[in-house]
C-alpha cells in the first residue's frame, strides 16, 4: 500500500519561513520523480517544484530563489523549504510520487499566510 504523508504546514507570517516534509511508503522512492503542488481556493492544482532521481530540480517561477526542494533517499522523505513566505503562497501543499503510469498524491497539508 503506497502512503505519502505530508507534514509541516501551518500560519506563518508573511516574510517568514516553513518546512514540508513528505513521507513515502511502499514505493521504490529512489527511482521516483517526488513533487510538490499547491492548490488555492478557486485555482486549479499547480506545480511548486520537482525533483528527479538523480536531484535534479525545477521550479515554478513564483517560487525560484524563494523555496528549495530535497529528498533523502534513505529516509524516504523528500522536503521542501520555503522562504520568504507571501500570503500568495497561501494553499493546500500536496506531495506527488510519479514513475510512467505510477502517480501517488498525499492528503495535503495547509499553509496559512498571514499577519
Known amino acids: 500500500q503506497v502512503q505519502l504523508v505530508e507534514s509541516g504546514g501551518g500560519l506563518v507570517q508573511p516574510g517568514g519561513s516553513l518546512r514540508l516534509s513528505c513521507a513515502a511508503s511502499g514505493i521504490a522512492f529512489s527511482v521516483y520523480v517526488m513533487g510538490w503542488y499547491r492548490q488555492a481556493p478557486g485555482k486549479q492544482r499547480e506545480l511548486v517544484a520537482r525533483i528527479i532521481s538523480g536531484g535534479g530540480t525545477n521550479y515554478a517561477d513564483s517560487v525560484k530563489g524563494r523555496f528549495t526542494i530535497s529528498r533523502d533517499n534513505a529516509k524516504n522523505t523528500v522536503y521542501l523549504q520555503m522562504n520568504s513566505l507571501k500570503p500568495d503562497d497561501t494553499a493546500v501543499y500536496y506531495c506527488?510520487?510519479?514513475?510512467?503510469?505510477?502517480?501517488?498524491w498525499g492528503q495535503g497539508t495547509q499553509v496559512t499566510v498571514s499577519s
Open positions: 506527488n510520487a510519479l514513475l510512467g503510469v505510477h502517480d501517488y
